[in-house]
Every structure is written in C-alpha cells, then in structure tokens.
C-alpha cells in the first residue's frame, strides 16, 4: 500500500516500529522514528496494525496519536480491530479534536499489488474527499460506506473475515469428503469455479487445498485466530450463539499445536485432513 502511494505521487511520512521495514522507502518518504514525530507532522495518519493491542499502544502511550495528533487531524484505521475497541478509542479522540475514521481493506497480497482492495468506511470527518482519494491510491478500487459510526465498518470487516474463514472451513470438509469418495478434487474445483461459486474466495482458497500450499502465509493461521475471537467476543457481548465460529477456533488451536500458527490461515484444512487419516 505503501508502494502504491508514492507510485501515485505521494509525498508520505512513514513510521515503523521495525525500522528495516522502512529501508526501502528512503528515499521516497519522509521517515520517522517515533509515532509522535510523525504525529505531529501530519494531518492525515493512516495506521495498519495486528491486533487491537498494537492499536491501543500506538493510541495511548505517552508518545502515542492521542496525545500528539494536531486538534483538526484524522486517524483513519485501516486494521480488523473489535468493535468495541473502536468505540472507546473514537470517544478518547474525539476528546482530542481528533476524527477517528475506520476504513478497513479486504484483499490477499495481490490484491494489493493489483489495486484491487475493498475499504469498508465508517466516521465522520470534514478531510472525508482528501481521506477517499488517499484510499483509492493505495490500492482501493471499491469503497462501500457504513455510516458516521466508526464502529460500524470494523463491526463489517469482523462479520466478513468471519465469512471468509467459513467458507474456509466448508471448502476443506467438502475437498476431504470428495477425496474419500474417491473423486478428484481438481475437476469438482473447475465446475464450481465456472458456476455458482465463481468468486476470489472459492477460486483463490479451493486452489490453495488442491496444491496443498499452506506453509506461504499471505494472512497467517495467528491472524485468523484473532479474527474468529473477535467473532466470537462480538457474538457474547450480544447473546448471538455463533456454533461454526466456535469449531473453528478449535480448529486454529489444534493447528497452533502442531506448530502451524505462522503458516497462511487455510492450514487449518489441513487439521481437517489429518483427523480423516485416522
């Protein structure tokens, strides 16, 4: 995303707690070594983290956005974060004067690379035109708005990570289950693929069972974990049982067990694999 703005003639400021990260931007962006300097140098902080954590660190510490953004400035979360953390974190802004956008992005690497990335867009901020065109640069050919909320959108994302990884979950119990009738696999992806379920997850992921690739990480097994908890958190703080979400952290659990947390999320197929091996 980095490469796409300053492919489309941004001049950016860059933070990175790693700072090799940044090597390859020195001499296409202004390169900061603290979140409060580049804090201060701009009106306009996009912010992409792991987990709600990392948020709420780069959010509250003393050299923290909260403390150093300018009143007037927007903090737009590109991250998968609980909704429930938004809330607090867009009340403690707004405390500051500071807008607090979400605007998430759905996409594999090459998507990305592509500059096919969906932004879901939440928040209410008067730098809304300059906000939009930064998103469409970095890679966003799609953005579908979800009100001034910001807690919206990352309610969104949860729901739609959620939906991913169980399709996830049913690509690889019907991929096992047609290997044990003895069918091939290859020919029941090509038909589904050019008929009902032509889409990115079922050609991208049903490729990725067929090649049994799952060691290359473009979202890693950690990371799905964390987004089926936020599944399942948001789920208990409004009494809706959520039983396929439940399956699958076990799942990822059992799949962290047998060493496979950093591999890319679709490992936990192979979990499904192996207990029908015995």
Not at 133 to 156: H, Q
Request: hydrophobic content about 40%; overall charge neutral.
């Amino acid at each position: 995303m980095v490469q796409n703005l300053v492919d489309k003639g941004h001049k950016i400021h860059l933070y990175n707690r790693t700072e090799s990260k940044m090597e390859p931007f020195k001499n296409t962006a202004h390169l900061h070594y603290s979140i409060s300097s580049i804090a201060k140098a701009c009106d306009i902080i996009l912010s992409t983290v792991s987990d709600d954590k990392a948020l709420e660190f780069i959010s509250y510490s003393k050299d923290g956005l909260v403390e150093n953004m300018k009143p007037g400035s927007v903090h737009v979360c590109l991250s998968t974060i609980a909704p429930s953390t938004v809330s607090l974190l867009n009340a403690d802004y707004k405390n500051k004067e500071i807008d607090y956008i979400t605007a998430t992005v759905i996409g594999r690497p090459e998507a990305v690379r592509n500059r096919n990335l969906v932004v879901c867009y939440s928040g209410n901020t008067d730098k809304k035109e300059e906000v939009f065109d930064i998103l469409k640069n970095l890679g966003g050919s799609k953005i579908f708005e979800f009100g001034d909320d910001p807690k919206s959108a990352a309610v969104v994302k949860v729901c739609n990570n959620f939906l991913i990884v169980a399709a996830i979950e049913s690509i690889g119990e019907a991929f096992n289950l047609l290997e044990k009738a003895g069918v091939k696999q290859q020919a029941f992806y090509e038909m589904i693929t050019d008929t009902i379920f032509s889409s990115p997850i079922y050609k991208n992921y049903g490729r990725i069972v067929i090649e049994k690739d799952y060691k290359e990480p473009a979202f890693t097994s950690q990371l799905g974990l964390k987004d089926t908890k936020l599944a399942l958190g948001l789920a208990d703080e409004l009494s809706v049982p959520l039983p396929i979400a439940d399956l699958i952290r076990n799942r990822f659990l059992i799949n962290h067990n047998k060493g496979r947390k950093d591999w890319d999320w679709t490992s936990i197929i192979a979990v499904i694999e192996e207990e029908n091996k015995k």
